[in-house]
Structure formats: structure tokens, C-alpha cells
């Protein structure tokens, strides 16, 4: 089946450690995205990349990082440098180009919890 | 910058009732208005959109209308049942065809629906 797959699920983290989260995508899109999602506050994207080895900050980039060196996997690092981590974190991808209708594909999802 | 604002933050309906979700977007150029549903511990998914040469968009129990001119736009649905409790997310967007311009999505802040048995 062809989707998108996060890992982990659940993670807990101490202050002061950076953690990457997982994402892997078989659907063949080219456009991958980075969402945060706290309760009330919709979904805010943090990074988002339109082709392998490029990629751009979105509206919540900071302490955050990414990496896009294969067209499959856009994994994210959550810094020590983000001051409030704990939240739900979503994967997404799209289509580009003729093929694009502006659908999202959503992962499951990560949960980040800072003790 | 876009802003779409969504109400109500939580709605409770009886089962075989009606559900109305509304929306609003400041962005007059927007022309892209997709709904999400997000179960509990899942990811969102699209369930119906809409784009701005269109009124209204209908397919089985959901539909969605579009004011372009009081840039408003609403989710109903008819006939609730149990599975229909869940998160749902409006959104608009400029979308061209060729360029993905997905990373303009802006999202509401999202509506809680239960169903009451």
C-alpha cells in the first residue's frame, strides 16, 4: 500500500536533547511538509521541500531542522533550541506539477513529549 | 498574510441530525479550499474541496458551499453518524495547475464534531 509511514509514534525526550523524527513516503511526490499541531491552533508548517537536496523554512522554522537527500525521506530534528517542543508533529506530501491537484497526503503522525 | 478563521471549535449533534461548519479567509486571491478529517491518533485526511469557479460541491452526505463575494465557506453534513465524530479542518490556498503550492495552505484552527447516539 502506498502512503506515508512516521516513526516514532511516541517519543519522550529530556529538555536539552535533540530528537529526529522519521519520514518516509512511497507515493512518488516530489513536495514533502513538516506540520505542528497543538491543541486550538490548526496546523503550522515548518518546513516543506519541493525536490531532493532543497527545501524551505515555513511559518514556525525555528529549532527546528530538516534534510532532504532522497526523494522517499524528509526527516525532522527538533532542537534544543525549540522552546516548546511537546506536540503533535504530522508529515505530509504532494504532487508537483501536472499531476498536482493541492491534496495533502498525511502521515499518522509523531507525538513529542519533553519531561 | 491569509488567515481563515473557523467556527465553532467544538459542535455536538444528534445522530441523523445535521452538522454545519463555517469558515472565513481573508485572501481574496485564494481559490482553494479543501476539508480535512483527522481521527483520534490519525493523520488529517481530505474528504472534500472546492475551488472558487464553483458554488457548491456535493458528494453523498457531505457538501460544501462557497461565498467568494463575503469570502465564506461551509462544511455540512447530513444524516451524522457515529463515525463521522472527529477533528475537521478547513484551509484555503492560491493553487495553480503545474506548481505545487501546497506550502501556501493555511488551515483553521479546527472543529471538534461529536455525534450523540
Known amino acids: 500500500d502506498g502512503g506515508i509511514t512516521q516513526s516514532p509514534k511516541y517519543l519522550f525526550r529530556k529538555e536539552g536533547q535533540n530528537v529526529t523524527l522519521s519520514c518516509e513516503q512511497n507515493?512518488?511526490?516530489?513536495?514533502m511538509y513538516w506540520y505542528r499541531q497543538d491543541p486550538g491552533q490548526g496546523l503550522r508548517l515548518i518546513y516543506y521541500s519541493q525536490i531532493v537536496n532543497d527545501f524551505q523554512k515555513g511559518d514556525i522554522a525555528e529549532g527546528y531542522s530538516v534534510s532532504r537527500e532522497k526523494k522517499e525521506s524528509f526527516p525532522l530534528t527538533v532542537t534544543s533550541a525549540q522552546k516548546n517542543p511537546t506536540a503533535f508533529y504530522l508529515c505530509?506530501?504532494?504532487?508537483?506539477?501536472?499531476?498536482?491537484?493541492?491534496?495533502?497526503?498525511f502521515g499518522e503522525g509523531s507525538r513529542l513529549t519533553v519531561l | 498574510g491569509e488567515n481563515v478563521e473557523q467556527h465553532p471549535s467544538t459542535l455536538s449533534v444528534q445522530e441523523g441530525d445535521s452538522a454545519v461548519i463555517k469558515c472565513t479567509y481573508s485572501d481574496s486571491a485564494s481559490n482553494y479550499f479543501p476539508w480535512y478529517k483527522q481521527e483520534l491518533g490519525k493523520g488529517p485526511q481530505l474528504i472534500i474541496d472546492?475551488?472558487?469557479?464553483?458554488g457548491e460541491k456535493k458528494d453523498q452526505r457531505i457538501a460544501v458551499t462557497l461565498n467568494k463575494t463575503a469570502k465564506h465557506f461551509s462544511l455540512h453534513i447530513t444524516e451524522t453518524q457515529p463515525e463521522d465524530s472527529a477533528v475537521y479542518f478547513c484551509a484555503a490556498s492560491k493553487w495553480y495547475s503545474g506548481v505545487s503550492s501546497a506550502s501556501k495552505i493555511i488551515f483553521g484552527s479546527g472543529t471538534r464534531l461529536s455525534i450523540r447516539p
Open positions: 507515493l512518488n511526490h516530489d513536495a
Open positions: 505530509a506530501s504532494s504532487r508537483v506539477g501536472a499531476g498536482n491537484t493541492g491534496e495533502l497526503f
Open positions: 472546492i475551488r472558487s469557479n464553483v
